[in-house]
């Protein structure tokens, strides 16, 4: 698992926030992970409001540029009064502060690296920058960056202003102990409106990296008392998940099964023949593929592949989809994502599938929240990215679930635990719209034969 850290030193990161006032700085990018390229970086900071540029070059030179505005590849110039570059040159020292010129343009909008005219960033997608008096900025290039056009790093932050806490939270939730174990009961508990199925099956899907195993891992620990990692997860380019796996949860070491199991697939990816095949989702939904199916992009699965069950039943049937989306990424998914997501969404309902969505990360996505997930239903910041989400995937608020996973803790905590069962408990209560329809399709097809033949036929189980 890589996590992606911030080059900052401590007494830099209090110059910068002696720059920038109350706020709390959230890495969005950092090029030696993700590519000193245009497209890398506005594939992760495009439309994250305020941020801060934080470059670094071989001499030394920590310097860059804040905005409060999106960058947004619009091609227009945009003017930020509150726009300033800066550099923390050497320790001990004030930090230099450059503001603009009156009412000039600030950045260029474009999709090139970040270009403040003074001040232009990975140029031609290389490691560097150039530097010239530009009309909006003017400054000394020694006190500034010491002539050194080479950069060693280059990150992004998201200034997140500390608050606003909405004064109501969102969504009731009671945080205590008591909740904790009703819901755990609730769930174990749990029967399949119809009698034939033992098991709920519940399908995640959702771009790469949105934290798909990571639930199931997450899952399995809280129900089995300590940390679980049985579905590989990590952060990668391509999926890390590339098999298709079926996961029954036990109550305990040994203990007995639960009446859910959790589907995990590979994850989605924006071109057409990468990532998860919308032929192959369909062949999942309908309970056609085998557990451990090797995904194998561009080349649905076939009807006579040794991983294709050609006789099925509902309890092989998927009964409830779960969208899994990045909280941090809710702003910034792009076109193609979204198309995909439409055309999955459209099969989805044409077989009558319940959809959840769940919003994972919160607590990446923000600081109140990794302060105190009790915040979650209270950051107005959660609150528009289940809004913004739920437009953009066409999913109602209240299908929208907000949850942190598991990811490097060593112990359970027990507000995490309530929002993943509280998630859990919402899955099953969907699965549940699925068996009831399926039920109503079976009698609707009894009675339909009565009346064509006259006879009346045997009750039809639902298999
Ligand atoms: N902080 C935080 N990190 C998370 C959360 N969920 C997942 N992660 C991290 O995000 C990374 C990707 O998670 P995975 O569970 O592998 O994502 P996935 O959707 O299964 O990805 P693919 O299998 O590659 O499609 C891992 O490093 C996780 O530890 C979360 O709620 N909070
Ligand atoms: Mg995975």
Redesign the pocket.
């Known amino acids: ?1 890589s996590v992606v850290t911030s080059s900052l030193s401590n007494d830099q990161q209090k110059k910068l926030l002696s720059l920038l006032g109350p706020v709390t700085l959230h890495l969005l990018y950092k090029a030696t992970v993700h590519g000193f390229t245009a497209a890398d970086f506005h594939s992760r900071c495009d439309k994250q409001g305020p941020t801060i540029i934080v470059a670094y070059n071989s001499t030394g030179f920590v310097f860059g540029a804040y905005t409060t505005k999106d960058y947004t590849q619009s091609g227009e110039d945009v003017i930020d009064k509150k726009a300033f570059l800066y550099s923390l040159n050497t320790p001990g020292k004030e930090p230099l502060k450059v503001v603009g010129v009156g009412e000039q343009c600030a950045f260029t909008d474009g999709a090139t690296g970040p270009n403040y005219g003074a001040l232009v960033f990975l140029p031609g997608d290389t490691p560097a920058f150039q530097s010239h008096q530009g009309t909006s900025f003017k400054f000394d290039e020694a006190a500034m960056h010491g002539k050194n056009l080479v950069l060693t790093e280059f990150e992004v932050y998201r200034a997140e202003v500390l608050g606003p806490m909405l004064p109501k939270p969102w969504r009731k939730n009671q945080w205590t102990a008591e909740t904790k174990n009703r819901l755990a009961e609730i769930i174990q508990s749990y029967k399949p409106a119809i009698q034939t199925v033992q098991q709920a099956r519940i399908l995640l899907v ?1 771009p ?7 639930f199931f891992n997450s899952i399995n620990s809280v129900f089995r008392g300590n940390m679980t990692c049985q579905a590989i ?4 380019d391509k ?3 590339t098999q298709f796996r079926t996961y029954t949860i036990k109550a305990g070491k040994g203990g007995k099964a639960l009446p859910l199991i959790l589907c995990d697939t ?2 989605l990816e924006e071109k057409a023949d990468a990532g998860l095949d919308i032929e192959d989702l369909v062949s999942i939904y309908k309970g056609h593929l085998k557990d451990r199916y090797q995904f194998a992009p561009s080349n649905p699965l076939q009807l006579d592949a040794p991983g294709y069950r050609k006789v099925v039943t509902v309890s092989d049937m998927i009964h409830c989809v779960v969208y ?1 989306v990045d909280t941090c990424k809710a702003s910034i998914l792009s076109q193609n994502m979204r198309d995909k997501f439409a055309s999955i969404r459209k099969k989805t309902n044409q077989l009558g599938l319940p959809q959840i969505l769940l919003m ?2 919160v ?2 996505a923000c600081p109140l929240v990794a302060n105190d997930l009790k915040n979650v239903y209270q950051s107005l910041y959660i609150q528009r990215k289940a809004r913004e989400l739920s437009e953009s995937l066409g999913i109602p608020l209240s299908c929208v679930l907000p ?3 598991y ?1 490097d803790e060593l112990e359970l905590e027990q507000d995490t635990d309530i929002l993943l069962f509280t998630a859990v408990q919402q899955m099953l209560n969907f699965a549940d719209s699925f068996f009831e329809n399926q039920e109503l399709q079976t009698e609707g097809a009894h009675q339909q034969h009565a009346s064509l033949t006259g006879i009346k036929s045997p009750r039809l189980t639902p298999e």
């Open positions: 698992m959702g790469v990296g949105a934290g798909k195993s990571s997860a990590g952060t990668a999926s890390v998940t590979m994850g899994v994972t990360k607590d990446e949850v942190k996973n990811s």
